[in-house]
């Protein structure tokens, strides 16, 4: 299915090129996992839902041993100064300068938007999305990163733009829709023209929309650093819901990935794999038939729905269990049964990106 939504949209009269990553799986319009190259144009369906869903790793300064030592402290952190869902909220909020943008009177749905996005500002969605403490193990000295080859403390989380976004994806999906009718197979892929008001209008609030992203991860590390302490050494981080203005074969392009993470030469990224297994600091090598991308993480081999009735809360303590790890909330959609064997997808992907460190979990938050 996730192959054939692929070829759908390479059939577009605005498609350039396209590639699936080997964490590959369906979705709506474009799959989890496609990356989709066209000219002059942008389709809401393939950013996703969840504008500007990305990975954030900060590596301090507190020795790794800590995390067994004074666990209490972390879980507590955790319990404490992390949101989730539609309906936590943090009691109180910093001034974020991004609230202070013009982009947000320029467009009425963002200046309808600004009091939820300030709402919601430092919370995680639900599903898929995590904050977690665990082991930063950086294999070689890498001054990229300007940090030595050895163990570190770290905080990753993944989650995106919270209502913000969502409610944007789907006013423009809609638009888009309007503007640009498709046969039936093909409808999800209704694109919206750059060079259009409408066109130029998403671009804008998508852009809004992913750095609002990074800013709530930004105040999610800054509420768990000031709790348990320590200082930042550094931080890697990436989109992986997007599209991007981009040179491929000597021409600019719209590059969408929808749960793809971008892997030109250098660039440095984060590949999860489940609330138990490692997952992956790589550097990308600007694999040039992969539009510069790679897997979002290790991908799902069961849907939700079939990962609820497969597996229990039984089978989830036990794999939790065996590698040493604490879950606070979570479901069986999430077990870490119900993803891909994240080795079997970097080796998949070695022509794509280097690996250059591990994150291992230990603590583990996510919605209940």
């Known amino acids: 299915e996730a192959k054939t939504q692929l070829y759908t949209a390479l059939k577009l009269p605005i498609s350039v090129g396209g590639?699936?990553?080997?964490?590959?799986?369906?979705?709506?319009?474009?799959?989890?996992?496609?990356?989709?190259?066209?000219?002059?144009?942008?389709?809401?369906?393939?950013?996703?839902?969840?504008i500007g869903c990305r990975m954030c790793l900060s590596i301090l300064d507190i020795p790794?041993?800590?995390?067994?030592?004074?666990?209490?402290?972390?879980?507590?952190?955790?319990?404490?100064?992390?949101?989730?869902?539609?309906?936590e909220t943090h009691k109180s909020h910093i001034e974020h300068e991004i609230f202070?943008?013009?982009?947000?009177?320029?467009?009425?749905?963002?200046?309808?938007?600004?009091?939820?996005?300030?709402?919601?500002?430092?919370?995680?969605?639900?599903?898929n999305h995590f904050?977690?403490?665990?082991?930063?193990?950086?294999?070689?000295?890498?001054?990229?990163?300007?940090?030595?080859?050895?163990?570190?403390?770290?905080?990753?989380?993944?989650?995106?733009?919270?209502?913000?976004?969502?409610?944007?994806?789907?006013?423009?999906?809609?638009?888009?829709?309007?503007?640009?009718?498709?046969?039936?197979?093909?409808?999800?892929?209704?694109?919206?023209?750059l060079s259009t008001h409408l066109g130029l209008e998403y671009w804008t609030a998508m852009n809004l929309a992913g750095d609002y992203a990074s800013a709530c991860h930004d105040d999610i590390h800054r509420r768990l650093i000031r709790a348990v302490g320590g200082r930042l050494r550094a931080r890697i981080e990436n989109h992986h819901n997007f599209a991007w203005k981009e040179i491929h074969n000597g021409k600019e392009v719209v590059v969408h990935r929808?749960?793809?993470?971008?892997?030109?030469?250098?660039?440095?990224?984060?590949?999860?794999?489940?609330?138990?297994?490692?997952?992956?600091?790589?550097?990308?090598?600007?694999?040039?038939?992969?539009?510069?991308?790679?897997s979002h993480g290790a991908g799902r081999a069961f849907s939700r729905n079939e990962s609820r009735n497969?597996?229990?809360s039984s089978d989830i303590k036990k794999a939790l269990k065996a590698k040493d790890i604490t879950l606070?909330?979570?479901?069986?959609?999430?077990?870490?049964?119900?993803?891909?064997?994240i080795e079997t997808v970097m080796q998949s992907q070695r022509d794509l990106v280097e690996v250059i460190g591990r994150f291992q979990p230990r603590i583990v938050r996510m919605d209940k």
């Open 64 to 87: 790794v041993s800590y995390l067994s030592g004074a666990r209490d402290k972390y879980e507590k952190a955790l319990a404490e100064h992390t949101k989730f869902g539609m309906y």
């Open 131 to 193: 904050v977690e403490f665990g082991e930063v193990e950086l294999l070689a000295d890498d001054p990229q990163i300007g940090l030595p080859k050895g163990k570190y403390l770290g905080i990753l989380s993944h989650s995106g733009s919270r209502g913000f976004g969502a409610e944007i994806a789907q006013y423009y999906v809609r638009v888009a829709a309007e503007q640009c009718p498709l046969p039936k197979e093909a409808q999800q892929f209704a694109w919206l023209d």
């Open 19 to 50: 590639a699936l990553m080997p964490d590959a799986h369906s979705g709506y319009g474009l799959p989890i996992g496609g990356v989709l190259a066209v000219e002059n144009a942008v389709i809401p369906y393939g950013v996703g839902l969840d």
């Open 328 to 341: 606070i909330g979570g479901n069986a959609e999430e077990a870490p049964m119900a993803y891909k064997n």
């Open 100 to 127: 202070d943008r013009d982009t947000f009177s320029l467009i009425p749905i963002l200046k309808r938007l600004k009091d939820k996005a300030i709402k919601q500002m430092g919370t995680s969605g639900s599903g």
């Open 310 to 312: 497969r597996f229990t």
């Open 258 to 294: 929808k749960g793809a993470t971008p892997a030109g030469e250098g660039v440095l990224g984060i590949i999860p794999a489940s609330m138990t297994d490692a997952g992956y600091i790589v550097r990308g090598k600007g694999n040039a038939e992969s539009f510069s991308s790679a």
